[in-house]
């Protein structure tokens, strides 16, 4: 038995509605769960932030669940509770994500607070200064992490401070301390509005109810001096330190993270970087990386890679934690894998094997509600049409071996590669 | 839900089969009823140990080899050890599932366990142990095992002690692996898209061959009364402070498991529904900004065990804070007891979770191996009617018969300044 293509989302059984404000609402029916997932974003990520103010969309997205002009905190999360129903919003650097989950009989409440939270939250002062408060002890805890600090030293060396990736979408200790709710609520004033919003919903529910509800719910919803989303673009500076390393006397393992600068999801080459990546870092046991540091040498328990494909120019990393005696060689260890990587083709049933791998795991991708919405949402978010997962399999068969080697070779450069290594003092060890 | 059918085989094995047809995807388990309360002192860690030795190959399925063939089909494959049970799944696309049944088959008794490999694996485990005890979190869960169990293998973390994983040998793990992997000693477990007869007949004839006589007595030793409270404290680089607040409950098939349960709902909210900031202890410890974050939970275990309240202090906000504040919310339980509108609330709660749940064949299959772990293969279904029963008389009842001084152990968790300033260079 194999998914039939009757049953993968596309332009024929999503129902997509583009509302007059340019909320765009996309809906997919899948009876045979009991719950439905809401999922969706808006233009009004850590882009817009001023280094100053470092974690601004990250604490108003947090924010928006803490009072409204219509219900207060408790009333907020005492809605959602009482019916075993969820709803959380995140901020990224490009974009204000949310997701959600209800009982089917519950979307109309779960889109209603959604809603709310979303056109009509106040950022209480007091509740503003609790979520503050808890964010600086995530931080405080976060700055003693040696795989944190790793991912922190790499970025802080692949971007120039003038870059948006350069800051954690949570901010620092400084930056977050000196944001108010006063500053938050203008922020969600000057960005936070109707055009660029995504909001998928799937589940028990039939297309035309939901849709009705995502317009009842968002379709008056306006704001004429919405901003432009501006570009990350690829920096033109050259890292300088390549081997950033944090000292954090006491632990007992380090970590690494290594990267350069990947391509965007809309990069002609993605789907070539994804395999290689794969090959490199993921397929079996960590790919290539898992089977040389990990099970030859017994170097890391972790050692794996990942790329990270949004809307702008993000890293492509390598990541392991290994005793502090074996950093240098788990380096080695990586490097010469990476340099075969973008030195040599990979083998036929290297490239055959990641094929199979990347068309063979829909089924369980798209298993759950959360799941779907998700591929549905990536669909629409990074325009790749409604029938992308319907070709997708032609897609990746399309893929050469040197189609690999080109985008390995254009990204994976050694030279550039920010080798970031936070753990004990070499002393300690 | 679709209806269960248990099988047990000749051998021994137990057979839990679940149709389930919303995606065509089938998550195959094989449960061992051993973990590392089995463990004895020399040996801690060895279960988990001896799960990661599963994955390096059999002569049939080199290693590898399985890792390429999963993923080719599209699947995920893991395994968990756990206190009580060491458990394998693949959860494949349904028209791929048998590679992974005939994998567990033959690794249920032709593991290699190469002296090479067993060695490369050492410094892999003894690695992440110590990836966890980066985070200090772990050195008080530890500490607070360490002083709840004196006796019973709950003493000791999963993972093992380092003296242990560097002191034992191949054949320490070999011993365990063919004591302890019989089909007496073990369920298989299948939920998804597929016919229960034809699946069983598979199972039959791949599993119904392998021998291994009666299921092993287990090592296991009753934990004595503590007779009273036990406090530890452990200090570590960093700057934030923990207060954990345990409390020793029975076994999850015991009657007041489940009205524990209950308890923990409305003091602390339930599991994979919602986000819980209307929870007592939100309300008592996060919006008085006592603490960053507070979580509680009970670990549906085969002996009796703990029920945990973690709490994540804020900066200038001590230990005894928190314990002051948490007490207090105890105390009120026990005196005015909890209203329908809570009792409610966790049922519906409940009712969502398992709805959100049910939508992945791995969930079910894990909720089907652990109700086969704790000794009644009808647990993880009955769960939810079990839990409607519940009567807010049953909360109070069980607040006052556990939540007490002499069943308490305490652990808190002290920052202190690391040796040198931490610093980037």
């Known amino acids: ?114 809603k709310d939270a979303l056109c009509h939250p106040v950022f209480p002062a007091e509740h503003v200064d609790r979520l503050r408060g808890e964010r600086l002890t995530w931080l405080q805890y976060s700055a003693f992490d040696t795989r944190y600090r790793a991912a922190k030293a790499m970025r802080e060396a692949l971007y120039p401070e003038s870059h948006p990736y350069y800051y954690g979408t949570y901010g620092d200790a400084d930056s977050v301390a000196a944001i108010s709710a006063a500053d938050l609520r203008r922020f969600h004033a000057a960005h936070v509005g109707p055009r660029g919003m995504i909001l998928v919903i799937v589940g028990a529910v039939k297309a035309s109810d939901a849709l009705n509800l995502a317009a009842a719910a968002f379709g008056d919803w306006r704001r004429e001096d919405q901003p432009a989303t501006p570009q990350a673009n690829v920096p033109a500076e050259e890292p300088t330190d390549l081997r950033p390393t944090v000292s954090l006397p006491g632990k007992t393992q380090s970590d690494i993270c290594m990267g350069v600068i990947g391509p965007a999801r809309a990069a002609s080459d993605y789907l070539a970087a994804q395999l290689a990546n794969s090959v490199l870092g993921v397929f079996g046991m960590m790919g290539r990386i898992g089977k040389s540091v990990r099970e030859e040498k017994g170097l890391a328990y972790y050692a794996y890679s990942q790329l990270g494909g949004g809307h702008g120019p993000d890293p492509w990393t390598v990541s392991a934690g290994v005793n502090p005696d074996n950093v240098e060689l788990a380096i080695a260890s990586i490097m010469e894998e990476i340099e075969r990587l973008t030195t040599e083709t990979v083998k036929d049933e290297d490239l055959a094997d990641n094929q199979s791998y990347f068309t063979g795991r829909m089924p369980l991708r798209l298993e759950s509600n959360e799941g779907i919405a998700s591929h549905i949402h990536s669909m629409e978010s990074f325009a790749l049409g409604l029938d992308y997962l319907a070709i997708y399999a032609d897609m990746v068969y399309s893929l050469g071996k040197e189609d690999l080697l080109r985008a390995a070779r254009r990204y994976l450069k050694p030279e550039r590669m920010v080798v970031a290594v936070a753990g004990p003092e070499p002393d300690e060890a | 839900m679709p209806p269960l059918t248990h099988h047990t085989l000749p051998n021994g094995l137990t057979v839990l089969l679940r149709e389930a047809r919303s995606a065509p995807v089938i998550s195959f388990w094989l449960a061992y009823r051993v973990g590392s309360r089995n463990e004895p002192t020399g040996l801690t860690g060895v279960s988990h140990w001896v799960e990661h030795m599963l994955f390096k190959g059999t002569e049939r399925f080199p290693a590898g080899a399985l890792d390429r063939e999963i993923d080719r089909a599209g699947g995920q494959w893991n395994a968990f050890t756990s206190m009580d049970a060491t458990k394998y799944f693949e959860t494949l696309p349904a028209d791929k599932i048998d590679i992974a049944m005939e994998a567990e088959a033959d690794r249920m008794s032709n593991a290699l366990f190469d002296a090479g490999e067993t060695e490369s694996e050492r410094t892999v485990i003894i690695s992440e142990r110590q990836g966890a005890e980066n985070q200090p979190t772990f050195w008080l869960s530890e500490a607070l095992r360490g002083a709840a169990f004196r006796v019973h293998g709950y003493h000791h973390e999963i993972i093992g002690d380092e003296t242990d994983l560097r002191s034992m040998t191949r054949d320490n793990l070999y011993a365990h692996y063919r004591r302890h992997y019989r089909p007496a000693n073990a369920a298989a477990i299948a939920v998804g898209a597929f016919d229960s007869d034809e699946m069983l007949a598979k199972i039959e004839r791949l599993y119904g061959g392998i021998e291994g006589g009666a299921a092993p007595a287990l090592f296991s030793r009753p934990e004595p009364e503590a007779g009273g409270e036990r406090r530890v404290t452990v200090e570590r680089p960093g700057e934030t402070a923990f207060y954990e607040l345990c409390h020793h409950i029975p076994a999850a098939t015991h009657d007041d498991w489940m009205k524990l349960q209950v308890l923990n709902a409305i003091l602390n909210g339930t599991s994979g529904a919602s986000d819980n900031k209307t929870s007592r202890l939100y309300q008592a410890l996060v919006k008085t900004e006592i603490a960053a974050g507070v979580g509680a939970w009970l670990t549906p275990t085969v002996d009796p065990y703990l029920y945990s309240i973690i709490v994540t202090l804020r900066e200038g906000r001590s230990p005894d804070e928190a314990e002051a504040a948490l007490l207090e919310e105890i105390a009120r339980l026990q005196a005015d007891g909890i209203s329908e509108a809570e009792l409610n609330k966790a049922r519906k709660q409940t009712r969502a979770a398992f709805a959100y749940s049910s939508e992945s064949v791995t969930e079910q299959a894990y909720g089907l191996a652990q109700s086969f772990i704790l000794g009644d293969v009808s647990w993880f279904d009955n769960y939810a009617e079990r839990l409607m029963q519940v009567t807010a008389d049953d909360v109070l009842a069980v607040a006052n018969r556990y939540l007490v001084p002499r069943g308490r152990v305490v652990g808190i968790l002290n920052p202190i300044e690391p040796e040198a300033e931490a610093t980037d260079a």
């Open chain 1, 1 to 114: 038995m194999t998914t039939s293509q009757a049953s993968i989302p596309n332009s024929g059984n999503i129902q997509r509605a583009e509302l007059g404000n340019g909320v765009v609402v996309l809906v997919y029916e899948n009876p045979a769960v009991q719950s439905v997932n809401v999922m969706g974003s808006l233009q009004a990520g850590s882009i817009y932030e001023s280094p100053e103010k470092s974690g601004m969309a990250s604490l108003a997205a947090g924010a928006l669940m803490t009072g409204t002009t219509g219900r207060d905190f408790d009333a907020i999360h005492g809605a959602l509770e009482d019916v075993g129903a969820d709803l959380g919003f995140r901020g990224h650097v490009h974009k204000l994500g949310f997701s959600g989950k209800a009982l089917a009989e519950d979307l109309s409440l779960l889109l209603d607070v959604a």
